[in-house]
């Protein structure tokens, strides 16, 4: 054990943790099959040269007003983007196309490179669906789109686009992790950590939301404090949600969280 483990050990501390991703691959197939079966799903689309590096990408019912993406979380350790579809739920109801990235996991490779593959991610998302985008996502998630948000890390004309950035439970300063054992596998030491902390960085002027749960823990709320503070943008803390289930409010196109996605 390292000093950090417990800290930021989520499923440890949430009841009926274990049941959680099983429902959410058997929900993400549901809404897949739906879709497909509507001509709005286009499956497994490649961005790099990896089997992970592909993406989901789906449809609305009308041509899309914009092009929302989610990046998944697990501690860039793993899940993929199978788990997560039915979150595209909210998004597509208000109009938004909805691309979902996979991409490859430490310790094959550095959490920086996963950084590089999340830029190519959304840049050919975005040559498949045109007008604003917005980006979310969870946990890593979180941290992924928030450095898509720093000044000179997407193409220009990808930048250009970006309406909204809405991290959910962000890891935005990687510092604390190097204290955690799950460093074994990320391979960070201080300078890694440091070059990708969104805290440490100056965003673009983009409209950014920040989202937490009330139940989450203390240093999940700590790291979605930090990154408010250090970015001036709003920290929404949503009552009686953990980390696992903050993410629900995806599904709802009335959240307070898919409206400030998709303003």
């Known amino acids: 054990m390292k000093p950090l483990d417990d800290a930021y050990a989520n499923a440890a501390h949430i009841p009926g943790a274990d049941a959680y991703p099983p429902r959410w691959a058997r929900l993400a197939a549901e809404f897949r099959e739906g879709l497909g079966s509507e001509g709005r799903a286009r499956l497994g689309l490649g961005y790099g040269n990896s089997p992970r590096q592909v993406l989901d990408l789906f449809l609305p019912e009308t041509a899309p007003k914009g092009l929302c993406v989610f990046v998944h979380g697990g501690y860039w350790l793993r899940f ?8 595209a739920a909210g998004p597509l109801a208000r109009g938004w196309a909805v691309a979902m990235p996979s991409y ?3 310790p094959d490779v550095t ?3 996963i950084t ?10 975005a040559q498949n669906v045109e007008g604003p985008i917005a980006l979310t996502g969870h946990s890593a998630g979180g941290h992924l789109v928030a450095r898509m948000a720093v000044p000179g890390v997407l193409p220009k004309g990808v930048a250009a686009r970006l309406a909204s950035v809405v991290p959910i439970s962000p890891v935005a300063d990687l510092r604390p992790l190097l204290e955690t054992s799950m460093n074994d596998q990320l391979g960070l030491d201080l300078a890694a950590a440091e070059a990708e902390s969104p805290v440490l960085m100056t965003p673009m002027d983009v409209p950014m939301n920040t989202w937490v749960g009330a139940k989450e823990r203390p240093v999940f709320l700590d790291q ?20 696992f289930d903050v993410i629900d409010a995806l599904k709802d196109p009335e959240s307070a969280m898919v409206t400030h996605i998709c303003a």
Not at 80 to 87: A, E, K, P, T, V
Not at 224 to 243: F, R, T, V, Y
Request: glycine fraction near 4%.
């Open 80 to 87: 993929d983007n199978s788990y997560w579809s039915h979150l």
């Open 104 to 106: 490859d996991l430490c």
């Open 111 to 113: 959490i920086a490179q």
């Open 116 to 125: 590089g593959q999340i830029v190519q991610a959304v840049t050919v998302a």
């Open 224 to 243: 979605s404090k930090w990154l408010s503070e250090a970015w001036d943008a709003p920290l929404h803390i949503a009552p009686g949600m953990h980390h």
